[in-house]
């Protein structure tokens, strides 16, 4: 308990999944947890369950692909608490098309969610950050971002460039106490990623070492770790949490 205690997290995508797992366990920990995502709906109970469990959690409607709104969320973060210490870029969506049968409309909106939408935050956090004299700033990727995987071109191509824009930043803002790390999940199971395992179990096992698949809550420690002072010494890294796959 507690080792979050006095930093101001911002957290997308946090309506579901790996994203409301952060949220709750970011304010267990102790912090302010700013909870953005177009699910509001879901969002908002979310954050009423942080609430009633004696947390601090706010939730803001945010599309990640609009610059407007990442303006208004970091702004009104800044209004209210007075400083940006975390920024987790989770909001992330999936496609399973191939290079040849891809549109380019989809490819466009898979790139400006998973990865444009994490630029704009950063773009945006960061100046906070440095006025509060350094942050964490923690890109969810995926084991896509470093190993091929057939039938989801649009998905790796973002979480690769995910990947490499996280060492960059790593190495632009680490003068100014600014950590920039990226995590790498393997199969979990959430609400994006069940329709597709149900249709390629056996293809999903072969490549989990492990006797089970992960949940959100195993994405979230790790998340965790890098958001904490415990990390002070971790950029420009890679946290795979993947089961084993990529042991192959």
């Known amino acids: 308990m507690g080792r979050l205690s006095g930093k101001v997290a911002v957290i997308t995508g946090a309506a579901l999944g790996m994203g409301a797992a952060e949220a709750k366990l970011f304010a267990k920990e102790g912090a302010v947890v700013i909870g953005t995502d177009v699910k509001e709906d879901v969002l908002q109970e ?25 303006k208004q969320v970091v702004r009104e973060t800044v209004e209210r608490y007075g400083k940006i210490d975390i920024l987790v870029n989770n909001a992330g969506i999936s496609t399973t098309k191939t290079i040849a049968n891809m549109g380019m409309d ?12 994490c630029v ?16 964490s700033l923690i890109n969810i990727s995926s084991i896509g971002g470093i190993v091929g995987m057939a039938g989801t071109s649009p998905y790796t191509a973002a979480k690769g460039a995910l990947r ?4 960059s930043a790593a190495v632009e803002y680490g003068k ?16 994006m990623t069940e329709p597709s395992m149900k249709d390629a179990l056996p293809y999903y096992q072969t490549y989990t070492q492990l006797p089970y698949f992960g949940n959100p809550e195993d994405v ?8 904490s002072d415990e990390a002070r010494f971790v950029t420009g890294s890679e946290l795979v949490i993947d089961g084993g796959w990529t042991a192959l």
Not at 50 to 59: E, K, N, T
Not at 106 to 117: Q, R, T
Not at 220 to 227: E, I, P, T
């Open 164 to 167: 490499a824009l996280s060492k």
């Open 46 to 70: 979310v954050m009423e369950e942080i609430r009633g469990a004696g947390g601090q959690a706010v939730g803001l409607k945010h599309n990640v692909a609009s610059e407007e709104e990442w």
């Open 106 to 117: 989809e490819w466009d909106k898979v790139m400006d969610i998973n990865l444009s939408g």
């Open 120 to 135: 704009l935050g950063m773009k945006y956090v960061i100046p906070e950050m440095q006025k509060a004299g350094g942050g």
């Open 220 to 227: 979230a420690y790790g998340v965790l770790f890098l958001a």
């Open 176 to 191: 100014d106490k600014i950590r920039v790390n990226s995590v790498h999940p393997g199969i979990i199971v959430t609400p």
